[in-house]
């Protein structure tokens, strides 16, 4: 499946904006994405499993948050990072 990647993330992905991932779950396409590209999940996942705060996942335009939702071989994911500043 076919995952967006947000410009903060690109540095670990080649600069790539759009990037091939597999998985059955949110956890596992995020498991191949740092199998591809180290330290990429650490970025979206903190140390208990959860999503990091700035980061939110949608598929197919759906919002979500739980890791452990089934992924479609034709879903689209994309990561969105919140920016912040003043």
């Known amino acids: 499946m076919i995952v967006n990647v947000p410009s903060p993330l690109r540095s670990y992905t080649a600069e790539r904006a759009e ?3 597999s998985g059955d779950t949110l ?4 498991q191949d994405l740092d ?9 979206v996942i903190d140390e208990v499993g959860r999503l990091r705060p700035h980061i939110k996942l949608f598929v197919d335009e759906e919002s979500r948050a739980d890791l452990s ?3 479609a071989s034709s879903s689209r994911v994309h990561i969105v990072c919140a920016l912040s500043g003043g």
Do not use: I, K, T
């Open 69 to 71: 939702q089934p992924l």
């Open 19 to 21: 990037v091939e991932a």
């Open 35 to 43: 199998e591809r590209f180290p330290g990429f999940r650490f970025r």
């Open 27 to 30: 956890s596992a396409l995020l």
